[in-house]
């Protein structure tokens, strides 16, 4: 016995055209009428599983990245601290471009995951990655000195725009790509944000070598949040799931190595919205400092003059209202952002939060120490 056919859509006024049907059916002679008749289209509307689409993490330069994400395309990447653009502990989710010395290394852009026909894919001219790609150390001097080994995938930290690597499942966001002769667009990201809460804020003086103004640091409650409260136990914004895990590297006198895993840096971007619905793109070692959950922005002039080549940024003076975090694993937000002070206890290490007066997150126009 048949099961009733069951049609789902909509009819144009004009001759009762049916669109769009999906049908229930059982048995090949309810196919055959219903083809017949016209009422099924033997075309999809989805191009979700057309194998000429791929899904695919590729190195997206900033301005590319960020055109559909912010309002006229606004970003903010460049800064002397991109010099350290091959500290990927801090740094990877974007790319860079090698130069003769890792202080000529420059970042480029992102590493973003795309859906693009394979063909497109192969167009842009970058290079494929797969987990058989070599491995690679960087060794970083200084204050945190270490090597890190990537391998596989990580090769794209390294590789020029446009390298790609492919996926083997959908990932939890995407951007969608077309080419038309050489112009290349990305649409803005598709997948679902999960809301983090409440985000606590102070802004105080940023750090000289940094030359930023203001320093922003970026917390969460410890604990339960009492309705009224004078002060709030916080904590450090905490890492995002999904970063990529690479290998510290030591070796001994006699050339012995010793490989410990390595948790990369798993921020890419943040998208900070203002009052008036304007968004800005905001990069890694230019605007935010993830090991230390800081943001910062641009010094405004200086009666200094070694300190006058960077204008002021667009942000400083406006009203924050949400934060979009952009990693490896997922989208993040925030539309609650508390303004306030924030003291360390020199023994107990435990944080009190002070909400201010009017706790609006207004970025302060402070000079860097």
């Keep these: 016995m048949f099961k009733p056919l069951i049609f789902f ?30 009422f099924v289209s033997c075309t999809s509307d989805s191009d979700d599983d057309d194998p000429a689409y791929v899904y695919a993490l590729l ?7 960020f055109a559909n994400e912010t309002t006229g395309g606004d970003f903010d990447a460049y800064t002397s601290a991109t ?4 500290n990927g502990a801090m740094s990877y989710g974007t790319y860079y471009k090698e130069g003769e010395t890792l202080a000529d290394s420059v970042t480029q852009g992102i590493i973003t995951p795309v859906k693009i026909t394979k063909s497109a894919l192969e167009s842009l001219g970058g290079t494929e990655v797969t987990d058989e790609s070599p491995s690679f150390d960087i060794t970083i001097t200084g204050r945190g000195a270490s090597t890190i080994r990537y391998s596989g995938k990580q090769n794209l930290f390294k590789s020029a725009d446009y390298s790609y690597y492919i996926l083997s499942e959908e990932p939890a966001y995407y951007k969608e790509a077309s080419v038309s002769g050489s112009t290349v667009t990305f649409g803005k990201i598709k997948g679902e944000a999960t809301n ?9 003086a940023g750090e000289q070598h940094h030359d930023f103004s203001p320093c922003i640091g970026l917390y969460t409650a410890q604990g339960t949040v009492e309705e009224n409260a004078i002060s709030i136990t916080v904590k450090t914004l905490e890492a995002f799931e999904g970063g990529d895990t690479a290998q510290t590297v030591t070796t001994a006198e006699d050339g012995t190595e010793t490989l410990e895993d390595k948790v990369l840096g798993e921020l890419k971007a943040i998208i900070a919205t203002d009052l008036d619905g ?11 400092f993830w ?3 800081q943001l910062g922005f641009k010094a405004p002039a200086s009666e200094d003059a070694e300190k006058n080549y960077y204008p002021q940024h667009a942000l400083v003076g406006k009203t924050v209202t949400k934060l979009t975090f952009v990693t ?29 007066a009017d706790t609006t997150f207004v970025i302060e126009n402070i000079q860097a120490q």
């Design 196 to 204: 983090i809460g409440t985000i606590y804020v102070t802004q105080k």
């Design 83 to 86: 010099q350290k653009a091959a």
């Design 59 to 65: 190195n997206v330069p900033f301005e590319k990245f």
């Design 328 to 356: 490896e694993g997922g989208i993040y937000y925030s539309e609650s952002l508390i303004s306030g002070t924030a003291v360390t206890d020199s023994e107990t290490k435990v944080v009190t939060f002070t909400p201010n």
């Design 278 to 288: 304007n968004e800005y793109g905001l990069t890694t070692l230019s605007n935010f």
């Design 9 to 38: 859509g909509t009819f144009q006024k004009k001759g009762a055209f049916m669109k769009k049907v999906i049908l229930k059916y059982w048995g090949g002679a309810l196919i055959t009428l219903a083809l017949s008749l016209g």
């Design 291 to 293: 090991g230390k959950k």
